[in-house]
């Protein structure tokens, strides 16, 4: 078992919810194994929820080794990549734990990816096979030819769904024209035949913990996709860690609204990992549309919400709310990006939870801290590091100097659930894990009793008249105009300011209205003025991530074209 070797050096343990310990004892599993136990231990509880059709975990269990051997049959081994392009329906969980229990390696791919980033993808990780749901063949189709990948296994949305939705809703996809109709022929391959053919017995697949599950890559937001290696054991003991860290839950009884992507390593770790390590029903929703969570919300009664800051103020802001009771909701762990203390109180005061910010990392399997759900916390910081996770905050020029408390530096962590490296990329892995640290390239402070806030991204600092600034601190200001639902910042070349221009781009909350010079006003108030946006661009909306971050490089290269550089800022 890895544990912290000097725990003088870790204030936060103090801070720990009764029975969250500093080192914690892991299981030495495979995810499948981890299904196998719970399904062992809750044979007939509801491990899947499917708009009302239940899944048990007996019957999951049974579908994920038919999976496995359809795998086989189709010529995957040990080692090969499987890439999974599926929101979370049925057909994700089943393929994700039937790829890992064969010991093939999982590739999650975005379904919403257009062709070039699933071609991107699909060439670095070498994946020959993709599970997809055929809605999105258009897309697949363009992307396939230059890659490896000879095998195709198709799903549909209505595959699971109970009677009478799975006949009405071939009707209300042609009517939203996202109907697709592709004949299953080798070597495309229907997912429901394969596995209806298959063997129920488990896999004689040799699989250790040691092995790697999945190739998780980056978002992108700062360059090209990195897929980071993570073995099953990173995994496990994340979810491990993520049990502990929640201590209202009681295995067996929990159920989880499973909003959150599967495909991204924060829902994959904190919704559905967790859920099957604590024998917890998984409310599946392919995609967040706020009535329909609301209405699964007051329907199935979830205990646990795993998102982000985006989800749970689309929920506050929602028109008629109050006639919604969220009360069944526990606790929520808002990920992805920062939380904002006024999103955390309209939360609160709908649901009578606790939500709380956390932080990770891809590269981190993700998480790396949070605030205790109960303890202390303190909005506005990340929270604690979690059970034997280290964390330290180097100077930015070197990464060699450890910077004293209170003082702005580069984040390192490192601990059991940190990645092997980067695929096929070995001077990224050295830039990255570096005296088996993890060098996070985030902007970070600690305080005195541990607690850790992140200042900003290394990447996204903007050097303006001689002056390091950090856009997430205007972008809190900007938060706090009653006018403003939605805010970033960015840095643009400009010799005027010797270096780059401040531009902040912001949505209004709806029925409102406002000038530029009236949000550069209020900022004046509260900020330096080298730290004062000089550019304010109105929008609809923001270029997101599906899990919420801001795509500042889109906004980046909206200008880089405007003003003809043909070099990427």
Not at 148 to 166: A, E, H
Not at 473 to 483: A, R
Request: charged fraction near 25%; aromatic fraction near 8%; hydrophobic fraction near 40%.
């Amino acid at each position: 078992m890895e544990t912290i070797k000097n725990t003088s050096l870790t204030p936060w343990v103090q801070y720990y919810e009764p029975g969250v310990s500093a080192t914690l004892a892991y299981p030495d599993l495979t995810l499948g194994g981890v299904l196998e136990e719970t399904t062992r231990k809750f044979p007939d509880h509801t491990a899947l929820l499917f708009f009302g059709r239940k899944i048990t975990y007996a019957e999951l269990d049974r579908l994920v080794n038919r999976f496995a051997h359809a795998l086989a049959g189709l010529g995957v081994k040990k080692g090969d990549r499987v890439a999974l392009m599926l929101p979370n329906i049925p057909q994700m969980v089943i393929a994700y734990y039937g790829t890992l229990r064969l010991g093939a390696v999982a590739v999650t791919t975005n379904p919403l990816y257009h062709a070039h980033e699933v071609e991107v993808q699909l060439k670095d990780s070498g994946a020959e096979t993709l599970v997809a749901v055929d809605m999105f063949y258009p897309v697949i189709k363009q992307a396939l030819p230059k890659t490896s990948v000879k095998t195709l296994i198709l799903c549909g949305i209505k595959d699971y769904l109970p009677f009478p939705l799975n006949l009405l809703y071939p009707i209300k996809a042609k009517i939203e024209k996202q109907w697709v109709s592709v004949k299953r022929v080798p070597p495309i391959h229907d997912f429901i035949a394969l596995i209806s053919h298959a063997s129920d017995a488990r896999p004689d697949s040799p699989v250790s913990s040691r092995d790697t599950a999945i190739l998780q890559y980056t978002g992108g937001t700062t360059g090209i996709p990195k897929g980071a290696i993570l073995t099953h054991r990173n995994l496990v003991v994340n979810a491990v860690q993520c049990r502990t860290w929640l201590t209202v839950r009681n295995e067996g009884e929990e159920r989880i609204l499973s909003v959150i992507p599967f495909f991204h390593v924060y829902g994959m770790t904190t919704a559905m990992n967790l859920g099957v390590l604590i024998g917890a029903e998984l409310i599946l929703l392919p995609k967040f549309h706020t009535k329909e969570v609301l209405d699964a919300i007051q329907k199935h009664r979830p205990t646990i919400f795993p998102g982000i800051q985006a989800m749970y103020q689309a929920i506050g802001h929602f028109p008629k709310i109050q006639k919604y009771d969220l009360t069944s909701i526990k606790a929520a762990i808002s990920g992805a990006g920062p939380l904002m203390h006024e999103v955390q109180d309209m939360f609160e005061q709908l649901t009578k939870a606790r939500i709380v910010e956390g932080y990770g990392l891809t590269e981190a399997s993700p998480v790396t801290h949070a605030n205790p759900i109960f303890g202390r916390r303190k909005p506005g910081t990340i929270g604690l590091p979690w059970p034997d996770t280290e964390a330290k905050i180097m100077d930015v020029e070197t990464g060699m100097k450890e910077l004293a408390l209170g003082e702005a530096g580069e984040l390192v962590v490192r601990g059991p659930h940190v990645m092997q490296g980067y695929w096929n990329k070995p001077e990224e892995t050295a830039t990255t894990l570096r005296g088996g640290w993890l060098h996070t390239g985030d902007i970070a402070k600690m305080d005195p009793e541990g607690y850790f806030m992140i200042v900003d991204r290394i990447k996204d600092m903007i050097k303006t008249v001689g002056e390091n600034v950090y856009p997430r601190e205007i972008e809190e200001v900007l938060f706090t105009h009653p006018k403003v639902k939605d805010a970033v910042v960015v840095g643009l070349p400009h010799e005027e300011f010797m270096g780059e221009k401040i531009k902040a781009y912001i949505v209004l909350k709806e029925g409102q209205t406002a000038t530029a010079a009236e949000i550069i006003e209020f900022c004046k108030v509260e900020l330096s003025k080298f730290k004062v946006p000089k550019e304010v661009e109105f929008r609809d909306q923001l270029p997101k991530t599906l899990v919420g971050k801001v795509l500042r490089r889109v906004l980046r290269d909206e200008e880089r074209v405007k003003l003809g550089i043909k070099e990427q800022i």
